[in-house]
């Protein structure tokens, strides 16, 4: 047999090896799409494991199982869910961590090797999914409930004074001291109305934390100066402007930056923090560059802004996350520049007042 | 006696009630003005004092640190906490740093009255003890660290106590404790007592 005589057997191998090739990239595509619908569902239903299991096996279904069976153990409830019908061919899977508890069953329909081995890729980004789901949820619990004891500890703080204030006045009204009644009156004079006002900055506070008041004219370096001597921190001021934002804001801001060196302060028995402020005006905008001289790199700088994040045990966490939000509202900005080998640099930008003061 | 409290609302309101009970009250509203009060008035007798101040408000480290500076100073205040911190927890921490009583908040006018009027007997008890001589010494002792680390706490408040009762006079200090001159000598070195110190 010559070469020649070869050539229809060549060819015919050859387009048998193309068509089985063309046909597993077809299939592989298709399961490809199938895990994309997964992924694009899951977010779809906000990562709800429960949604989630009732709503995928239209595209399990299309991917080549038969059947599917989930028991799940919801926060100490039992659901159950099947869809399709049980097969030979099983992929089992189950999961447990802490409150939520899954088991699930993929059932096979009797086909060849390859599809076998398309359901199982397929079998295992689902499976991967639910896990994800179950973090995600338990992680978003245990964020709420961390968030709300935190919360709670400082509403008690204010609360507790606030009924101090209350019972203190309650106390003397019940217990008048004989002939200091015109002394009382001119002690309730004063009690009353913080009351009022503190009872009012709560519920302000309570409501929302951004309502923050109408933008005001403020000098910058005079405030960040107070701030520092409130924290008892050294800091030299270099430049000077003046920032259009709510008054409140400002405060809060720097009250956070500072209170967050204040802090790393105390903890520091050596190089005493000694914050180096830059105040310039950019365009329209009033650029506040602050950084402590003594300070250490940052270790965590990708964190800083993360919500109930805190680098200290009594801390709620959202100082830098709720200053980044102010000064954003404000029309501002609040950045790092972190490297590894200097100590952090805050950035603060805010609109320029009109009628500014130059450096 | 002195008010220390950050909030001024509620400094102003308990001030009213000791007033009208005829004391005699001064305020300061974070641990600086207190030791700064403290520093020139050696005479106050009383000191309520909140635990959660600027900077930190929600946790206890200044108002532990004006009952520790309190004690360093030798100053014969009784310190009555009146805190809104986590009560177990902070009670526990003050009455080891020194404090003489704890309130919580919220906490009822006759109550910290009665605590001011405790606070008082005991205070006039310890002038009393001091004019015949005697000292009161609060140690907080480890049962591990054995006795000879009791001693040398003792040994080392007395001193200091004598000192700045004499006003670091050495000849006088060591007549009242009984000891030659070398030996107060000897104790502020091994104590490394300075005279801003005492």
Not at chain 2, 61 to 90: C, N, Y
């Amino acid at each position: 047999m010559t070469t020649v005589d070869l050539y229809p057997y060549l060819i015919i191998v050859g387009s048998s090896i193309l068509l089985a090739a063309a046909w597993l990239l077809h299939r592989a595509r298709a399961q490809t799409q199938r895990s994309q619908a997964l992924v694009q569902l899951n977010e779809g239903v906000r990562f709800d494991l429960l949604d989630f299991l009732r709503q995928c096996w239209p595209e399990l279904s299309a991917g080549g199982f038969s059947g599917l069976e989930w028991k799940l153990d919801w926060f100490g409830a039992s659901v159950t869910g099947s869809q399709g019908a049980v097969a030979e061919g099983v992929l089992h899977k189950s999961f447990a961590v802490r409150e939520i508890a899954l088991d699930i069953r993929l059932y096979h329909k009797t086909r060849g090797w390859e599809q076998r081995y398309f359901s199982q890729v397929l079998a295992d980004k689902f499976f991967l999914l639910l896990h994800m789901d179950i973090w995600i949820k338990l992680g978003t619990v245990s964020g709420a409930f961390d968030q709300t004891a935190k919360m709670t500890v400082f509403l008690q703080h204010d609360m507790k004074n606030l009924l101090q204030l209350v019972s203190l006045a309650a106390d003397q009204l019940e217990n008048q001291v004989p002939g200091q009644e015109a002394r009382l009156l001119e002690s309730l004079q004063t009690t009353i109305p913080a009351v009022r006002d503190r009872a009012r900055h709560m519920l302000k506070a309570l409501i929302s934390d951004q309502n923050m008041g109408q933008p005001v004219a403020v000098s910058m370096a005079p405030t960040l100066r107070d701030t520092a001597t409130m924290y008892e921190l050294d800091i030299k001021i270099v430049g000077e402007a003046t920032v259009m934002v709510p008054k409140e804001s400002l405060h809060s801001i720097l009250e956070n930056l500072l209170g967050n060196y204040s802090w790393q302060s105390r903890q520091k028995s050596s190089n005493p923090t000694n914050l180096q402020v830059e105040i310039v005006n950019e365009a329209d905008a009033v650029i506040v560059r602050l950084m402590d001289i003594n300070g250490k790199p940052c270790l965590w700088p990708e964190r800083l802004f993360e919500p109930f994040w805190s680098e200290r045990g009594s801390g709620r966490g959202i100082g830098l996350y709720q200053s980044r939000q102010l000064a954003n509202a404000a029309g501002g900005s609040l950045e790092v520049n972190a490297l590894s080998d200097r100590p952090l640099q805050f950035v603060l930008s805010l609109p320029s007042a009109n009628g500014v003061s130059g450096m | 006696m002195l008010l220390v409290d950050d909030d001024a609302a509620l400094r102003s309101a308990l001030r009213n009630v000791l007033d009208m009970r005829g004391y005699d009250v001064l305020e300061a509203d974070c641990r600086k003005s207190a030791l700064e009060v403290l520093g020139k008035k050696e005479h106050i007798g009383v000191i309520i004092l909140d635990l959660g101040m600027p900077p930190a408000v929600h946790s206890t480290e200044e108002g532990l640190a004006v009952i520790r500076a309190t004690s360093e100073l030798m100053h014969p205040a009784k310190i009555i906490v009146l805190t809104g911190q986590d009560e177990e927890q902070s009670a526990l921490e003050a009455i080891r740093e020194g404090a003489f009583d704890f309130l919580s908040k919220p906490a009822r006018a006759e109550d910290i009255v009665q605590a001011v009027k405790r606070a008082f007997l005991f205070h006039r008890n310890d002038q009393a003890m001091a004019a015949e001589g005697m000292t009161r010494l609060q140690l907080n002792a480890k049962v591990a660290d054995g006795l000879k680390a009791v001693r040398e706490e003792a040994e080392e408040k007395l001193v200091r106590q004598v000192l700045k009762d004499t006003g670091f006079n050495v000849y006088q200090s060591a007549a009242r404790l009984g000891l030659k001159r070398e030996s107060i000598y000897y104790f502020l070195k091994k104590f490394e007592i300075k005279r801003d110190d005492s």
